[in-house]
């Protein structure tokens, strides 16, 4: 039989009940409400630490939704919380009441009376943000430091005036200076965790922060400092990491603390297209090369180190894209050698069958990765990432754009990397009966988005093409054909042929022979080959022709006429407009031409 709880029972009547029972419905919060009060009257802690267990049993630690009715009595709990907090308790309890108030802190609402200056610094102070000594020495602290941490992430997130009150306290440099205590000492993981969380955030909300972090504070290196302790980088060189392929996957806390540190990092450098100064420039050539480590890295799951690499992808296109060259890397002489046998040597043979394969899917895998004397083992992993989000099929904006972004810019601004991408992207043609949207190579795929509804997408798509293609309008069309560069030629006022504003070598394209005899019968517009298809007009007498003719001009025209096309032409410098005016222009310049004459 249920028990009936009523005040007569008295207070501690019904604290020995829930002592046994650590757990209560939703319907007794108001007679816990007034347990709470009555303990925290009477100064005790203990009974307070009972009732907190009794309101947030770990079936309650996943709430993120709340009643409406119940708004009153959980902004007197809050409150009720933080009057605890301010009396010498126990660690436990402490612990305690700041998961009740994370928990609650989830509800906008409840956070306007007791987002308060003092109550920011009691956080502040249980975090040991305000904290002078150098390092963090008592591990009994550090339970209180991360739920207090993870309070504050709650409370910034959803308060305004939190995130004010957070400018006025100087928050972010109190994070920085935690940060620096915790570089060298990897037990306190979920300390670094929030701390880089917080900044985020405050980084995400405050614009004014950022330039505070970039330039007052020394983020940059800092944050840097954080990513590279996560992944307990070792260095070969000034710009390389040194990389263990057999070595474990990332924990998943280093991975957490990668990815917030990931986070953070593009925030104070999401202005920094141009560098100004030599040191800049060594503190984003060194990112960069951190950055080459996180894509050559894998975490505890597969979408743990598709998220790892999809923040470090956003993070590359905020670096300059002059830094980026350290994202490939010259081959050590060794390898170059290795290089050398793995081509020009017959592979000797194996013990066993099984043995000889593994050598060759090695050797090959090996080769994929290397152009020019360059290891390209990052640029395959970026290629290999874009295949995938294309794969997705959704959220092409969000998830491709960025990947697109950078690979193009990469492309643009350094020759190998460009070669490299090209000669996986667009290898040489050799069969050319498909059209170049259909198949399931990267070609046929990203082909397939410069038709693509999302303005956006196709944009970004078509232009990395282009950029592989030397920005040439007829290496471009070979690829792609002519319906599906339209938009791109259309745009950049190309229509009439020729190329781009970007300077490339001179080096030529080499056309394969069953491209050279196929060319002559290619149709430009699909750019695929076709059969010789007979033509419908060549059985009409010249009174037929002369008929459909006149309705075909007399369809264009009432077209015309209602708006629903408008007849475009092609300007003498490529751009489309409407065609009366392209015909004046070009009667113009015959009649200048002539004059000149």
């Not at 090209?422 to 038709?451: A, C, F, H, I």
């Not at 003498?572 to 002539?594: I, K």
Request: glycine fraction near 4%; hydrophobic fraction near 40%; charged fraction near 25%.
């Amino acid at each position: 039989m249920r028990k009936k709880f009523s005040k007569k029972k008295g207070p501690r009547v019904f604290l020995i009940l829930l002592r046994g029972k650590r757990k209560v419905a939703l319907t007794q919060w108001h007679y816990l409400m007034y347990l709470f009060f009555f303990f925290i009257a009477a100064s005790e802690v203990n009974s307070v630490l009972i009732i907190m267990h009794g309101f947030f049993s770990p079936q309650h630690r996943a709430t993120f939704k709340f009643e409406l009715e119940d708004e009153e009595k959980r902004k007197k709990l809050c409150e009720g919380i933080f009057k605890v907090l301010e009396k010498d308790i126990t660690t436990s309890c402490q612990v305690t009441c700041l998961e009740a108030l994370r928990i609650l802190s989830r509800d906008k609402k409840i956070l306007v009376p007791v987002t308060t200056k003092e109550n920011m610094q009691m956080l502040i102070r249980l975090a040991k943000l305000d904290n002078s000594e150098d390092i963090l020495e008592d591990v009994a602290d550090f339970p209180v430091i991360v739920e207090s941490l993870k309070c504050l992430c709650n409370i910034v997130f959803n308060s305004q005036m939190a995130q004010k009150l957070s400018l006025e306290l100087n928050l972010a440099a109190m994070l920085c200076n935690l940060l620096r205590k915790c570089k060298d000492q990897q037990v306190i993981s979920d300390i670094k965790c929030f701390d880089l969380r917080l900044l985020f955030l405050l980084s995400l909300l405050q614009t004014d922060i950022r330039s505070q972090l970039r330039y007052e504070l020394q983020g940059l290196p800092l944050l840097t400092q954080a990513l590279e302790s996560a992944f307990s980088i070792k260095w070969a060189d000034e710009y390389e990491a040194a990389i263990d392929h057999n070595g474990p996957p990332l924990s998943p806390q280093e991975t957490d603390c990668a990815i917030e540190a990931l986070k953070a990092l593009f925030n104070v450098t999401v202005d920094s297209w141009n560098v100004h100064s030599e040191s800049d420039s060594h503190q984003f050539r060194v990112m960069a090369a951190v950055l080459r480590y996180c894509l050559l890295t894998m975490g505890p799951t597969e979408d743990k180190t598709e998220e790892l690499h999809s923040n470090a992808v956003n993070l590359l296109s905020n670096v300059p894209v002059s830094c980026l060259d350290v994202l490939i890397s010259p081959l050590a002489q060794d390898e170059i050698a290795q290089e050398a046998t793995t081509l020009d040597e017959p592979p000797q043979e194996a013990e066993t069958g099984q043995d000889e394969s593994r050598e060759e899917e090695a050797n090959l895998k090996y080769n994929t990765m290397v152009y020019n004397g360059m290891n390209m083992e990052a640029i395959r992993v970026l290629l290999d990432f874009m295949e995938k989000r294309i794969d997705k099929g959704s959220c092409y904006r969000e998830g491709l754009t960025p990947v697109l972004s950078l690979l193009t810019e990469c492309s643009r601004a350094h020759r190998n990397i460009r070669k490299f991408i090209k000669d996986q992207v667009l290898p040489p043609l050799r069969d050319v009966t498909n059209r170049p949207e259909v198949g399931s190579t990267v070609r046929n795929k990203l082909v397939r988005l410069m038709t693509h509804v999302d303005l956006g997408v196709k944009q970004i798509a078509a232009e990395f093409l282009f950029v592989l293609c030397k920005e040439r309008v007829d290496s471009l069309l070979k690829y792609t054909g002519y319906g599906n560069a339209a938009g791109l030629l259309a745009a950049r006022g190309l229509l009439a042929g020729g190329r781009g504003d970007h300077w490339y070598s001179d080096d030529e394209d080499t056309d394969t022979e069953e491209y050279k005899s196929a060319k002559p019968n290619i149709n430009l517009i699909t750019g695929h080959l076709e059969e010789p298809m007979p033509n419908p007009i060549d059985e009409m007498t010249e009174e037929q022709k002369e008929y459909e003719a006149m309705k075909l001009v007399n369809m264009l025209d009432k077209l015309s006429r209602e708006e629903v096309i408008k007849p475009m032409g092609v300007r003498p410098d490529g751009t489309m407009a409407p065609l009366e005016e392209t015909l004046c222009q070009y009667h113009v310049t015959e009649e200048d031409c002539s004059d000149s004459d």
